[in-house]
């Protein structure tokens, strides 16, 4: 996007949010894209990063949190692996292996989560991990960068040697010390280390009695620091020991850099994703400080903001405790060119910022605080003239500039041009100002151009119905209070609340009304009706909010009753099942009862003489028998429709009771019992009164269709 002046981000305080953003930053890499943040204008990238921080966004607050930890700066350690006989520390050998394992764990969790994060999975499709890195530094250095003792046969045998020595030397040490203390040569500290050598402390006086080599003495040259005769040899031998560690060392940490030095381009591509990701999770918390979020983007120049806010004053006056009004704007074909009036501090400025800032951030690739509903375009170029013209001494020079500033619009403003402008004509001779203003508006509209204005110029304000694409503003003011409300309302003009405010602020009244004399009466007459029907848009805008607290109140109580009928069908439905469980539970014993006295006729049948007694007990046991014929057609209609499958039911199994022949699914099994749903009413049942059926395929119709139960 190209920017008009070059100072116009700083203008609309886009560095101050670049400043919040990099105080989220935990990389240095990630600091860097901060400071080359740039405004696109193409759509595709636009929405790449919109999205991308929106993906990271939803990642945060989650158990399965994003593990991009590696936060450390490896840029000189990755220039030296790419020089030849370079040598890395043990501690930035390590540094590579985080790193590696780092990409490995993004990469797995990507793996873990499928696709539901397209835009981050996709800046890793070209990372590999190379699990040969961690594996080259591991086997030569520990955790802390130390060198490993069996890095190579040569350094485990020298440290061997070294260990043997310097224990020899500490026995043969502690014995000399011993030996001085009974002497009473030792002095008060008994020992030290002077040039890499143990030294024994000794009083001056003894300093010719104990032979060795003198490294030392003390600042009271009271004491002075030998070493010991019987451990030159010891100390020389631990010394070229040492000397042969260090070689071998530096040598194994030369071969493993150079065997490093291979993975140098996937190292790079690590550290430079590692950054990318670290740049999107700061954009992230970003957003959930400001509770933004993604509109949606439209290649076409234009905005619709829906309940807008300035990040900035939305941080202060959350830090604070204070409330901010919303702000809701479109500028679209029809209505392009947005004239702002109202009273100085009432938030004509803020407002005309709000819609700057956004769209730098927007096309800068950061979420907005916005509803999500809201829709940004895209736009080429943003202009803007916003400046201090309150200085006395300098009013021709800054009325100049302001000229100037209207001449680059005038020359290159088009149809893809966001602009704003306060206090268009300021500066200047109220009528000649105005009349330039003017101008310079209707040439604006005619490029087709997009932007606010700020203005108290009434010629301004009457323009929305004269020329196609201006459309008035106004910032609500209380005139009984005297207070700003920092609502825009958009339609009409507003008054600059001259008079009022003057009457407020304890002016004489004579002089008020010496100025309403001069103030030219057609002028005077229309900001007084601009005046009233602010006002009474001012008791509408109450009057409405207090409709919608109404409505809203009704519709909550709306929801409860429907959901009260909800609640009383549920429970109809489930006495209507109990009921029929019942009825099926006592057909069940009615059976079981019929079976015990049929067995006891045909008992008696065989023995009775009186055949006709009988016949006539059967008789009365039978008199049930249209309650059976009835069970036996829903029987029959079950296995009309159903198959029996037979074995053990599981979750999710369509079952039917063995006695009532109803069906239902298994929700859940608890041992031998289980919960059928029956519709939509669970029953904890005996599992073993049901069996797994399956639904038969239906015949189909002449006309193709399944023929209904």
Known sequence: MQ??????????????????????CRTDAALERVDQIRFHTRIEYVEKA????????????????????????????????SVYNAVLSGE????????????RDILLWFKRHNELFPNLRALTE????????????????????NVRDNASKELMQIRGELAKTRQELRRVFDGILRKLAKQGYLADISEGFLNGRRTVAIFAEHKRIVKGILHGESESQKTVFIEPEETIELNNDIFSLERAESREIHKILAETTAKLSAFHPQLDSYYHLCGIFDFIRAKALLAVDMDASMPRISPHPGAQLIKAFHPLLLLHNKQNGKPIVPLNIVLDKQNRVLIISGPNAGGKTVSMKTVGLLQLMTQAGLLIPVDDNSEIGIFKQLMIHIGDTQSIEHELSTYSAHLRDMKYFMDFANGKTLFFIDELGSGSDPNLGGAFAEAIVEELAQKHSFGIITTHYLNLKVMAGKVQGIFNGAMTFDEEKLEPLYRLNIGKPGSSYTFAIAQRSGLSPKIIDRARQITDRGHFKLDKMLLQTEQQSVRLGGKEKELDSLINKNEKLSKEYETLIDKERLKQHYATLKLQNQIKKEELDYLRDMERKFKQIIHDWKKAENKQDVIQAAESVLFKKKAIAANAIAAKKADKNYDVLGGLPKVGDLVRNKVNHQVGTVDEIRDKRAIVKIGQMPFNVNIDEWVVVRRKEQPKTKKGKKKAD
Do not use: C, M, W
């Open 3 to 24: 920017l008009y002046p070059a100072h116009a981000a700083e203008a609309l305080e886009f560095n101050k949010v670049a400043q919040l953003l990099k105080q989220k």
């Open 50 to 81: 919109l999205q991308q921080t929106n993906e990271f966004k939803s990642t945060l607050g989650g158990s399965d949190h994003f593990p991009n930890d590696f936060t450390r700066n490896v840029q000189r350690e990755l220039k030296l692996l």
């Open 92 to 103: 930035q050998l390590i540094a590579f292996q985080q790193l590696a394992i780092n990409i």
């Open 126 to 145: 070209k990372i590999s991990y190379e699990k040969q890195i961690p594996e080259i530094v591991s086997s030569v250095v520990d955790e802390l960068g």
